[in-house]
């Protein structure tokens, strides 16, 4: 929870222990972050690129140690 | 890797589309539909980068862990041969009977 709060804007507001609620407001879900959409959609493409890659090293070495290549 | 000795290089390494892989995949998936339930959003139709990242991330870490499953059975298999080679005595092959050796002679009674 403290990290939300953390990310919430209303802790920049007043760095004292308490919100006010007259600082506050809704998180704004019609805009979407993008950055962060980006970094998750990069961050996937790069998990499968090295799946892909490990598969194929994987599939090297074997060929390699068992003589087949 | 880390958690993998050099002999299991020689493994043939799993196909990318595995049954651990699955299951953590779906792990993830569940893990982003629970953080949107509890932010009090649609599950399915909000934060689909999310799903897609925590998805993805178990689909990997399933491969690495097949392949430290497929190292554990091959290591028990080699053990159990070898411990077969090493002792030939306890593990003969029973002589093999024809049925026409066990069966009764058949005597009609008609």
Redesign the interface.
């Known amino acids: 929870m403290t990290f939300n709060r953390l990310l919430s804007r209303a802790a920049l507001v007043s760095k004292v222990g308490s919100r006010s609620i007259f600082q506050s407001s809704k998180r704004d879900m019609t805009n979407p972050n993008w950055i962060r959409v980006g970094l998750a959609f990069g961050t996937t493409a790069f998990v499968w690129g090295l799946l892909f890659k490990q598969r194929s090293a994987d599939e090297h070495e074997y060929r390699v140690r068992n003589g087949l290549e | 890797m880390w958690f993998l000795p050099e002999e299991a290089?020689?493994?043939?390494?799993p196909s990318?589309f595995n049954r651990n892989s699955m299951w953590l995949a779906l792990t993830g998936g569940l893990a982003s539909m629970f953080h949107n339930a509890i932010n009090h959003?649609p599950p399915l139709k909000?934060g689909v980068?999310?799903l897609?990242?925590l998805s993805?991330?178990g689909?990997?870490i399933g491969?690495h862990v097949t392949?430290r499953e497929i190292y554990h059975y091959a290591k028990i298999d080699r053990d159990m041969k070898e411990y077969i080679g090493l002792h030939p005595e306890d593990f003969v092959a029973k002589e093999k009977k024809t049925f026409a050796e066990i069966v009764e002679p058949f005597i009609p009674i008609r």
């Open positions: 290089k020689a493994l043939p390494p990318v959003k909000s980068h999310r897609v990242l993805s991330i689909w990997y491969y392949k």
